[in-house]
């Protein structure tokens, strides 16, 4: 069974950074994108930043460039969320969703809270 689980939320003030961790398991193979995406109660979730299987692509909402970076260690079967400049309109629940070539799914974690304030 695949599983995810982020890590690394936490209270942070503007203009501090987190590294978020997205931590799979269940899958014998590297080979799946992985996004992070954001949601305040009330919203949509958002798109923050994606990557492909073999890292050759990254994608982020324009919000977040220059300030988020989305890296993988397959070796540790992990995805991440570094973020630096954090501003107040970053706080949110922060999860990982995993699309592998096989088996067949979308997978989710459950979330972790970033929450920016001085």
């Known amino acids: 069974q695949v599983q995810l689980v982020e890590s690394g939320g936490g209270s942070v003030q503007p203009g501090g950074s987190l590294r978020l961790s997205c931590t799979v398991s269940g899958l014998t193979h590297s080979m799946y994108d992985v996004s992070w995406y954001r949601q305040v109660p009330g919203r949509e979730r958002d798109l923050v930043a994606s990557?492909?299987?073999?890292?050759?692509?990254?994608k982020y909402a324009d919000s977040v460039k220059g300030r988020f970076t989305i890296f993988r260690d397959d070796s540790k079967s992990a995805v991440y969320l570094q973020m630096t400049g954090l501003k107040p309109e970053d706080t949110a629940v922060y999860s990982c969703?995993?699309?592998?070539?096989?088996?067949?799914?979308?997978?989710w974690g459950q979330g972790t809270q970033v929450t920016v304030s001085s």
């Open positions: 990557i492909s299987t073999d890292a050759g692509t990254e």
């Open positions: 969703k995993l699309v592998p070539v096989w088996p067949a799914g979308t997978y």
